[in-house]
């Protein structure tokens, strides 16, 4: 069974940076797209950025030119480095991973981010 254990977050104030980890265990396939999703209290969850196997991206608009997502594949690891941080931008941040040969997803528990002076 796969899990993911994210990192990283915590108190920022707006203008600062953070960068978000997510380890993954136990998933014995290859992994396709990794990415992450946030959640603030009161709002759905939604979509924050997307990497492909093969690097390709893609982001909500509202994080564009801020955000980057990376991995790395022999770590089975992905990343989320946020700059310029904004308090929009709190939330619960929640990283996945897709079996790549299988329609599996798997999510982790979540990391708390607050943008905050």
């Known amino acids: 069974q796969g899990q993911l254990v994210e990192s990283g977050g915590g108190l920022v104030q707006p203008g600062g940076s953070l960068r978000l980890s997510c380890a993954t265990s136990?998933?014995?396939?290859?992994?396709?797209?990794m990415g992450w999703y946030r959640q603030a209290p009161g709002k759905e969850r939604g979509l924050v950025a997307v990497i492909t196997e093969d690097g390709s991206t893609t982001y909500v608009d509202s994080v564009k030119g801020r955000f980057t997502i990376s991995r790395d594949n022999d770590k089975n690891t992905v990343y989320l480095q946020m700059n310029n941080l904004k308090p929009d931008d709190s939330a619960v941040y929640y990283c996945?991973?897709?079996?790549?040969?299988?329609?599996?997803?798997?999510w982790g528990k979540g990391t708390l981010v607050t943008v905050a002076s």
């Open positions: 136990g998933i014995i396939d290859k992994i396709g797209k």
């Open positions: 996945t991973a897709e079996r790549y040969y299988v329609a599996i997803t798997y």
